[in-house]
C-alpha cells in the first residue's frame, strides 16, 4: 500500500530564515507530486506540482519554490521567509502516468507560524 | 474562475439529520471528486463522480452530477458526530492531462451537534 510522509508537523520560523518542508511517498513508483497551501478557513491553493524527478511547474509566484530530486520526494523551500508564508502546507501525491481519474492523496500538513 | 464554488460556507445540524451540500463550476470537467478534512489534517477522498454519470451511492454519502448545470451536491444521510470536519469539492478539468491537476472548492463547514 501507498504512504505519503510530511514533516515536521508544525514549525514556528522568524521572518526572514529558510524554510525547507519535506514530503516523501512510499509504495508507488512515478507519482504526480503537489504542495498545497491552505489559509485558515480557506481553500487549497495550488503551489507547485511536479510529474517527474527536476520537473516542477509554479501556479503562483511567491516566494517559495519547489525541488523533486528523486522520484518520490518532494521539497519546499524559500530563502527569506515573510509573513504571508504563514499557512497549513499539504503534500499531495496522484498516480502518474495511466492514473486517469487524479484522485490525490493527501499528507497530514505542515503548519507553519512565521513571527 | 474555474474554481468550484460552494455552498454553503457553513453548515450545523443535529445528528440523525442529513446534511447537503453544493458544488458549482464553471469549467468542463472529466470528473468531479468530493474530500473531507479534519481540523488541522490533510484531505481525505471520498467519492468520484464522472461526468457521464448523474448520481452515486457509498455508505451514508450520496453525490448527484447535473453537467448540465455545471452542478453537483453531496448529501450525508443521518449525520454522526464524528461527520463534523470541512468537505470539498474538486475537479478534473478537460485540460489537466496527464498533470493530476484538481481544482478545489473553498469548501463547506459542516457541525453535527450531538
Known amino acids: 500500500s501507498q504512504t505519503i510522509h510530511q514533516w515536521p508537523a508544525t514549525l514556528v520560523q522568524p521572518v526572514g530564515s529558510p524554510l525547507s518542508l519535506e514530503c516523501t511517498v512510499e509504495g508507488t513508483s512515478n507519482p504526480n507530486l503537489y504542495w498545497y497551501r491552505q489559509a485558515a478557513g480557506r481553500g487549497l491553493q495550488l503551489l507547485f506540482y511536479?510529474?517527474?524527478?527536476g520537473q516542477i511547474s509554479s501556479e503562483v509566484p511567491q516566494n517559495l519554490s519547489a525541488s523533486r530530486p528523486q522520484d518520490r520526494q518532494f521539497i519546499l523551500s524559500s530563502k527569506k521567509l515573510l509573513l504571508s508564508d504563514s499557512g497549513f502546507y499539504l503534500c499531495?501525491?496522484?498516480w502518474g502516468i495511466g492514473g486517469a481519474d487524479n484522485e490525490q492523496f493527501f499528507g497530514p500538513g505542515t503548519r507553519l507560524t512565521v513571527l | 474562475s474555474q474554481q468550484g464554488e460552494e455552498d454553503p460556507q457553513a453548515l450545523s445540524i443535529q445528528e440523525g439529520e442529513n446534511a447537503t451540500m453544493n458544488c458549482s463550476y464553471k469549467?468542463?470537467?472529466?470528473?468531479l471528486q468530493w474530500y473531507r478534512q479534519n481540523s488541522g489534517r490533510g484531505l481525505v477522498h471520498l467519492i468520484l463522480i464522472r461526468s457521464n454519470e448523474r448520481e452515486k451511492h457509498s455508505g451514508r454519502l450520496r453525490v448527484t452530477l447535473d453537467t448540465s448545470k455545471k452542478s453537483s451536491s453531496l448529501l450525508i444521510t443521518a449525520s454522526r458526530a464524528a461527520d463534523t470536519a470541512s468537505y470539498f469539492c474538486a475537479l478534473k478539468s478537460h485540460g489537466s492531462g496527464n498533470t493530476g491537476k484538481l481544482i478545489f472548492g473553498q469548501g463547506t463547514t459542516l457541525q453535527v451537534k450531538p
Open positions: 469549467t468542463s470537467i472529466n470528473n
Open positions: 499531495a501525491w496522484s
Open positions: 511536479s510529474v517527474g524527478i
